[in-house]
């Protein structure tokens, strides 16, 4: 069965034929590698811009990686055949290409490496993949086992495909000093300017070995002959390598190893894998990874992973929600907000909210962030599509479109960012536009772009949208100049409202006043131009049709457009009830909650590409979890704790064969989406994209701190209330926040029937040396101030259903002054 093991740290996939698709990640700043559990891997690194080193058997663009990416049999892997070499046996290992059934099988991601074990034909695998913590370089070690009685005479070959690099030029061959394939290719390119750009290109693809092999193989197709992957020729009839190049042919980094091991005898192996500028770096990878102690680069690896702790542990009733959120979430938000998602100009949204992820990890990236950000914004308020990280970068396909929404997030991160740390002085620190030398403060910055929010406006006042808003590909609503954005204008009153406080507690009641006053106006055209009778319309076109409405056959709600009129209060309490009933019945499915419903299955060229997308993939109709993330916080904001987890817990595949099958996904890290159009295609519906690049792990984080358990900061302190499942009557949580430490056990009484709220007591314990007041802010929140950095807080809240307002209690302290507020 499927299951995290050492506790929680790793998981383990038993059969290669649940979930076939089903992979892990690892990265590092220059690189990433995308597994999969049978063997086949999608990789690509820096050089300046995202390149890849192993290829497709044809020229294919150097993107990053496709949703629900599609596999075959020469889709570049990193494969193991073993061969008894008296009896002719083979199999491969993990499991392609020759998919062989295999007597034992674990496919074991961890935090730091991946790792399968392996048993067939009395032979033992443990193959271990890790990535080197400062290089572009894949780090194998194998380990083979005779777990038999006898002596054993074997061959294990080591097959690392290339693939198309160039038409220009390819081939490889084996290279004596270097103990190492070496695969070579020019970047192909027309103008002459281009060859001195390429000049600093890593062309060379690499194999190198701990130890010499007894024959090798760079042509696959000599390996390959008439038998093919699954049966090659080169290996047939007790055959070895022939020892051969590829001369423009597509190259494989092939290698035999010959073991005679005794019985219960084992040797290992190590390998490098990856791409070089020239045969000097190779020589400087292979002493710096091939011939140093292997604990001390491990050790290295597990450095860099480490940083990926979040500011919270959390036991609840629910282990694999630990294990999940405990290991996984920290780990795939530290990639988002460390890596970049490996590009050079990230969209400014997706910058933003990865920063928005790193408050909780490490404050200080995410300010990093946000000053890196201003430091492009226009003196006009305007902030650019993409963020540019070096001064080479240039904004590149999706950024050189224009999208409306990229301001909203500012106020969004830097209320998440004021929130955790109470750093207000980021607000005074002076910074230059991207288009005048002037300083203005960051404050001045961030309401420059309200303002321009504000400000861009048709003559109702709805905002325009361009070429798109969070929906990129939504890109033809207003093309022409005339469309406009329901979900952005709830976006801006939400963003608004999230500013009229700082803007307050800067003394900047003026501006203050403006912006609350647009907020109250954006919300009041809302519901005059977008309110159907049931649910809110997604926009307005250039021709100025209301689409994502009841009179729309394809396409008539979005989930954004609810999400949003709740989150800025746009919605009353009739309004919502109907649009959480028309959520549940159009929108919701077992595998999440679906971004728009029906999904569109013809263009509509009105609204745009995004109705060019298979139905239910995408931004079309799929469970596209960074919508489904902003649903749970809408339902938090308004109280809604059971639904809200309820949206939360669907995104985490369970350790059951039958959701392993259909989504094809490890509960190791949230896709982009799960395939929707569930009542259109419901063969396909749930299964997973596979893609981890998404701000939904931002998203997730935040709610998981600030409103599941309900402990986010304010400038007197940490507030306390919590919104748990009501089946969750123990639970807890240590938090770190602003350099203490509170481990909270929260105990939740049975609710009865006609209870309408929840009420909070608290007993603590702390040092003798602190002293620590609680106070009410309200029936159900608690506000927790005078700790001291450095001190550990151990404190007991209790949750009880009432009908009638409380006041909390204090039963039991030390030095605790409570004010019975």
Not at 210 to 216: E, L, Q, T, V
Not at 355 to 362: E, I, P, S
Not at 367 to 394: H, N, R, V, Y
Not at 530 to 556: A, C, H, M, P
Request: glycine content about 6%; overall charge negative; some cysteine.
């Amino acid at each position: 069965m499927a299951k995290f093991i050492e506790d929680g740290t790793r998981y383990q996939l038993d059969d290669p034929c649940i979930a076939p698709n089903s992979a892990a990640y690892l990265w590092n700043k220059k690189m990433m590698l995308h597994m999969n559990c049978r063997g086949y891997a999608v990789s690509q690194y820096m050089d300046p811009e995202p390149r890849k080193y192993t290829h497709v058997p044809n020229l294919a663009a150097q993107s990053f990686m496709q949703p629900e990416q599609p596999y075959f049999s020469h889709h570049p892997g990193r494969f193991f055949y073993l061969r008894d070499n008296q009896t002719g046996e083979m199999f491969s290992a993990p499991y392609e290409p020759m998919r062989v059934s295999l007597d034992a099988y674990a496919f074991e991601p961890g935090l730091a490496d991946i790792r399968w074990k392996i048993e067939k034909l009395d032979i033992e695998l443990t193959i271990t993949l890790s990535l080197a913590a400062n290089d572009v370089l894949e780090l194998w070690q194998i380990r083979v086992v005779n777990v038999s009685n006898h002596l054993r005479d074997i061959s294990l070959i080591p097959y690392f495909p290339v693939g198309y690099a160039s038409w220009m030029n390819m081939g490889g061959q084996y290279n004596t000093e270097l103990n190492a394939i070496v695969c070579s290719s020019v970047t192909p390119y027309q103008k002459v300017d281009d060859y001195f750009k390429n000049q600093h290109l890593k062309d060379l693809t690499f194999l190198s070995a701990s130890r010499i092999p007894d024959y090798y193989e760079v042509s696959q197709a000599a390996f390959e002959g008439e038998g093919g992957l699954h049966n090659p020729s080169s290996l047939q009839h007790g055959g070895n390598l022939a020892n051969g190049e590829a001369h423009y042919e597509l190259p494989a980094a092939i290698m035999q190893f010959q073991y005679l091991l005794a019985p219960k005898a084992s040797d290992s192996l190590r390998l490098c894998f990856g791409p070089a500028k020239d045969k000097a770096e190779i020589q400087q990878l292979n002493q710096r990874y091939l011939q140093i102690d292997e604990q001390q680069i491990k050790a290295e690896s597990e450095d860099y992973f480490s940083q990926a702790q979040g500011c919270m542990k959390v036991n609840t009733p629910d282990q694999q929600f630990n294990h999940f959120v405990n290991n996984w979430l920290p780990r795939q938000v530290f990639y988002h907000g460390d890596s970049n998602r490996l590009t050079t100009d990230p969209q400014t949204r997706n910058y933003l909210q990865d920063a928005m992820g790193m408050v909780y990890l490490n404050p200080q990236a995410c300010k990093k962030a946000i000053i890196t950000a201003l430091q492009q914004q226009k003196f006009s308020g305007e902030m650019p599509d993409g963020i540019l990280l070096s001064e080479q970068a240039e904004l590149k396909y999706i950024n050189q479109v224009p999208h409306t929404d990229h301001p909203v997030w500012l106020a969004i991160v830097l209320s998440a960012y004021l929130q955790e740390t109470n750093d207000y002085s980021l607000l005074e620190l002076p910074l230059a536009w991207a288009d005048q030398a002037t300083q203005s403060s960051v404050f001045e910055h961030v309401s420059k772009a309200m303002q321009v929010l504000c400000e861009a406006n048709d003559e109702r006042g709805l905002p325009y949208i361009a070429q798109g808003d969070w929906c990129d590909p939504m890109n033809m609503v207003g093309y022409q100049g005339k469309g406009v954005s329901g979900w952005l204008a709830e976006a801006i009153s939400y963003a608004l409202q999230l500013w009229v406080p700082v803007c307050h507690k800067l003394e900047q009641t003026q501006l203050a006043n403006q912006f609350e006053q647009h907020a109250t106006q954006l919300n009041q055209r809302i519901n005059q131009y977008f309110w159907d009778g049931q649910w809110y319309g997604r926009g307005i076109t250039d021709n100025g049709v209301l689409f994502g409405v009841s009179k729309d056959v394809e396409g008539r709600i979005f989930l954004n457009a609810q999400s949003w009129a709740l989150l800025c209060g746009a919605a009353n309490q009739q309004q919502s009830q109907q649009m959480l009933a028309a959520i549940d019945e159009q929108l919701d499915t077992p595998f999440g909650v679906m971004m728009n419903a029906p999904a569109f299955t013809q263009m509509r060229d009105d609204v745009g590409r995004v109705t060019q997308k298979w139905p239910g993939s995408a931004e079309n109709g799929s469970v596209y979890n960074h919508a489904a993330a902003f649903y749970a916080a809408s339902l938090y904001a308004n109280g809604l704790g059971e639904r809200a987890f309820k949206v939360l817990r669907k995104m985490i595949p369970s350790n059951e064969n039958e959701d392993l099958s259909i989504r094809g996904q490890l509960p190791v890290y949230l896709p982009n989406y799960y395939r929707g159009a569930y009542y259109q295609y419901p063969r396909t519906a749930g299964r997973s994209s596979n893609l981890f690049n998404t701000g939904t792990s931002a998203w997730f984080y935040q709610l998981l701190v600030e409103q599941l358990f309900g402990m986010r900061g304010c400038s007197e302190g940490l507030l306390v209330s919590p919104q748990l499942p009501k089946e969750w009557l123990h639970a807890s949580a240590h938090r770190k926040f602003r350099g203490a430490t509170f481990d909270i056990e929260f105990v939740q009484q049975a609710l009865s029937e006609n209870a309408i709220q929840k009420c909070i007591s608290v007993s603590a314990n702390v040092s003798q040396s602190t002293t620590l007041t609680i106070s009410n802010k309200s029936t159900n929140t608690l506000l927790i101030g005078g700790f001291t950095p450095g001190e550990h807080y151990s404190l007991t809240v209790t949750l009880s259903g009432i009908e009638t307002e409380l006041s909390a209690q204090t039963t039991r302290a030390k030095k605790v002054e409570y004010d019975e507020h």
